[in-house]
């Protein structure tokens, strides 16, 4: 599986922002799909997950209830709507695929090359 993420840019504090992760092959509708963000010196941090299904969906306390995962398995896409923003949102963000731990980034098979989003104060 191949992926790569699209949809980072600019905003200011308060916008919104949707991230899409395009998959190539057959095979994505299969797997876990997570998404990831990273700021320079620091780890690679966990921001949203959602099953192979779409039924079942994680997020850490940083941004429950202000983004939102989805995925549209005939489309092979996957999505991280991004509202009400803030600057320490600002990071490249990273899609990522095939899983057994959806928190652990070291365990996902798959990443995509990442999207910057920057949002100014």
């Known amino acids: 599986v191949q992926l790569q993420a699209s949809g980072g840019g600019l905003v200011q504090a308060g916008d919104s922002l949707r991230l899409h992760c395009a998959a190539s092959g057959r095979t994505f509708r299969r797997y876990v799909m997570g998404w990831f963000r990273q700021v320079p010196g620091k780890e690679r941090e966990f921001v949203a997950a959602?099953?192979?299904?779409?039924?079942?969906?994680w997020y850490p306390d940083s941004v429950k209830g202000r983004f939102t995962i989805s995925r549209d398995n005939v489309k092979n896409t996957g999505y991280l709507q991004m509202n009400s923003l803030k600057p320490e949102d600002t990071a490249v963000y990273y899609c990522?695929?095939?899983?057994?731990?959806?928190?652990?980034?070291?365990?996902?098979?798959?990443w995509g090359q990442g999207t910057l989003v920057t949002v100014s104060s």
């Open positions: 990522a695929a095939d899983t057994s731990d959806v928190y652990s980034p070291q365990l996902y098979q798959y």
């Open positions: 959602i099953s192979s299904s779409g039924s079942n969906t």
